[in-house]
C-alpha cells in the first residue's frame, strides 16, 4: 500500500488549499482514511477522517473549516481546508485504516496502518 499526498504550499491567512491523498496497492472502499498534521516542535495530531459510509470526523480546531471527502473510484481522499490560520501549519499527512469497521471513525494515529509521506501547508500571517 502506497500512499501520495499533494496540494501543500504557502498561502495567507484566510485562504484556503485542497489537499489529495492517492492511494495505490490493496486499498477497499471498505477502508477508512484519515488527515493527521505535525508542526514542528509538536506531536502529530489528528484533523479528519472519512469511513467507507462516509461518517466523518473533525478535530475541534478545523470543524466547520475543514472538509473531508473521498472518490472511491480514484481511491482518493481530499482535505478541504478554509479560513486558513497560522496555527494551521503543519506537514499534513494521510492514512489508511484497514481494520476499522462499523459506524466508528477512527481518529487515533496508532489506528492507522499505512501513512503517506506528507504534505508541507504554511499559512502566513
Known amino acids: 500500500v502506497q500512499l501520495q499526498a499533494s496540494g501543500g504550499g504557502l498561502v495567507q491567512a484566510g485562504g484556503s488549499l485542497r489537499l489529495s491523498c492517492v492511494a495505490s496497492g490493496r486499498i477497499f472502499r471498505s477502508h477508512s482514511m484519515g488527515w493527521f498534521r505535525q508542526a514542528p516542535g509538536k506531536e502529530r495530531e489528528f484533523v479528519a477522517a472519512i469511513t467507507w459510509s462516509d461518517r466523518t470526523s473533525y478535530a475541534d480546531s478545523v470543524k466547520g473549516r475543514f472538509t473531508i471527502s473521498r472518490d472511491n473510484a480514484k481511491n482518493t481522499v481530499y482535505l478541504q481546508m478554509g479560513g486558513l490560520k497560522p496555527e494551521d501549519t503543519a506537514v499534513y499527512y494521510c492514512?489508511?485504516?484497514?481494520?476499522?469497521?462499523?459506524?466508528?471513525?477512527?481518529?487515533?494515529?496508532?489506528?492507522?496502518?499505512?501513512w503517506g509521506q506528507g504534505t508541507q501547508v504554511t499559512v502566513s500571517s
Open positions: 492514512a489508511v485504516d484497514r481494520t476499522t469497521s462499523g459506524a466508528y471513525v477512527p481518529w487515533r494515529s496508532y489506528e492507522y496502518d499505512y
